[in-house]
């Protein structure tokens, strides 16, 4: 999985009187607002409300204070006095995505990029209105840019923080190699002081060195998640981790040449004769599904190593900058050379339906763009991708909504406030036009976002960054 990586919120106070603003946005926010109204009412719209429920038609929304004050049938839920009326009919109302896997830097196979200016507009832009980095290059870059979004500087949804990439071995690139228990808590020490709520391993860990992380994050209220290899999910999920990235991919409890915290080469490859529904698929589901380990999904970014895989969209080709759309288009074509990095539609079938298996035997899953390899994945459109995947997977288009939703805000703790339609939380909405539970494709269509009851026209955030992907 090297080849993998190295190829690759403010308006609240819900009261009786409509709430102000509690800061002005900024001019360069301000260009992207679209409704700023205190009081909103959608009627006449499709409500997939994140849950797992199924769609209902010709609904009234309440936008108040930032939060979604009523939902109901049109002619049953009064509209108030002095509201910003919108008729959505034809539109669907579905939660603000939450990606669990949305870096802030990207990557092709030739560059990787802190990309602060088009990575919050592309998400935004989306429906994604809140994010995990789950692992950087540049925590610093990130920490700053949550505090920018968080006083209405830029932009962007709202960000959970993951810190540095932490590994082991001879360590990769500008990840931070610990390989002792006391190294480790140290950094734990240092980065949750820095205000980080994740930290994220890679693959060279070893399982005295994640245990000792874990133990010590949780003493200073930080989870632990991670893309692995020497250490397998089984092995992880004994140590107590939080939650496990890119699910099939990465996980080596399968591999026969699996020795105790080493990292077996070409694991990816062997994964194509995996019987996905075995007693050893089954076993590893369910002690996961036992200590209640969510896993998140990142079809859309492996999908890219797939030949002839994913279907090109112009408006991918479209935000990238010039060099960039030919480093892309370059390293796609020579998936299909003998001898290139690729992986087998086979494997990408099985890591499909080892979700899948996961989903039906009670595990939590999530999802995630994760914008690297080889640049085909952007912040946002990949989330979008990810909707199609996993209906391709075989779950439903409510489960796909779900596991992209409420899901992903449930990982995070934020369920509460966040993740579905529901009265009382706060008014992170996505507006499509059409219907993508009927058709998938129409999840593209993203008409207008709400971050805390605030709407944001997708059109001029895209615009924004037409170009510019992979240089800013």
Request: aromatic share 6%; glycine share 10%.
């Amino acid at each position: 999985m090297r080849q993998v990586l190295s190829a690759f919120t403010a308006f609240t106070a819900f009261t009786a009187v409509p709430a102000l603003p509690a800061q002005t946005p900024s001019p360069n926010v301000q260009r992207f607002i679209s409704v700023a109204a205190p009081v909103v009412a959608l009627t006449h719209v499709r409500v997939v409300d994140g849950t797992g429920a199924e769609p209902v038609g010709d609904q009234t929304v309440i936008i108040s204070g930032g939060r979604i004050s009523a939902v109901g049938p049109a002619g049953s839920v009064p509209v108030p006095g002095g509201a910003k009326v919108m008729d959505l009919s034809g539109h669907t109302v579905i939660p603000g995505i939450v990606g669990l896997h949305d870096h802030t830097f990207y990557t092709t196979n030739l560059r990787s990029v802190q990309s602060n200016a088009t990575a919050p507009l592309l998400y935004l832009g989306s429906g994604v209105t809140t994010i995990r980095t789950t692992g950087s290059h540049s925590p610093y870059a990130e920490l700053n840019l949550r505090r920018l979004v968080a006083a209405g500087e830029i932009a962007g949804p709202r960000m959970h923080i993951a810190g540095p990439y932490l590994t082991g071995g001879a360590g990769i690139g500008s990840m931070h190699k610990v390989n002792t228990a006391d190294a480790v808590r140290r950094v734990v020490d240092y980065w949750a002081s820095e205000g980080v709520t994740w930290l994220k391993f890679y693959t060279d860990v070893s399982r005295e060195v994640l245990g000792a992380a874990i133990q010590q994050a949780h003493k200073r209220g930080v989870k632990v998640t991670g893309h692995l290899c020497s250490v397998s999910f089984r092995e992880a999920v004994r140590l107590g981790i939080d939650n496990l990235e890119h699910g099939l991919f990465v996980n080596t409890d399968f591999d026969p040449e699996k020795k105790p915290d080493f990292c077996p080469p070409d694991a990816l490859a062997k994964l194509a004769s995996l019987d996905t529904g075995g007693e050893a698929a089954r076993t590893t589901i369910r002690e996961m599904v036992a200590r209640r380990v969510p896993m998140t999904s990142t079809l859309a970014v492996f999908e890219l190593f797939v030949p002839n895989r994913p279907p090109l969209e112009p408006r991918v080709l479209e935000a990238m900058a010039p060099d960039v759309k030919a480093e892309y288009l370059t390293s796609r074509a020579r998936l299909a050379e003998e001898g290139s990095f690729a992986i087998s539609p086979q494997v990408f079938r099985n890591a499909q339906q080892f979700e899948l298996a996961f989903v039906r035997a009670g595990g939590l899953l999530a999802a995630g763009v994760d914008p690297t390899g080889n640049g085909g994945a952007l912040p946002g459109f990949g989330d979008q991708r990810n909707y199609e995947l996993l209906i391709e997977a075989g779950l439903t288009p409510v489960e796909a909504i779900r596991i992209m939703t409420l899901n992903g805000a449930t990982v995070l703790g934020e369920d509460k406030r966040l993740g579905s339609v529901t009265a009382g939380k706060l008014a992170d909405l996505v507006v499509i036009k059409g219907d993508p539970i009927a058709r998938p494709a129409e999840i593209r269509n993203v008409a207008i976002v709400f971050k805390e009851g605030v709407g944001y026209d997708p059109a001029k955030l895209i615009e924004a960054c037409r170009g510019l992907v992979g240089i800013r």
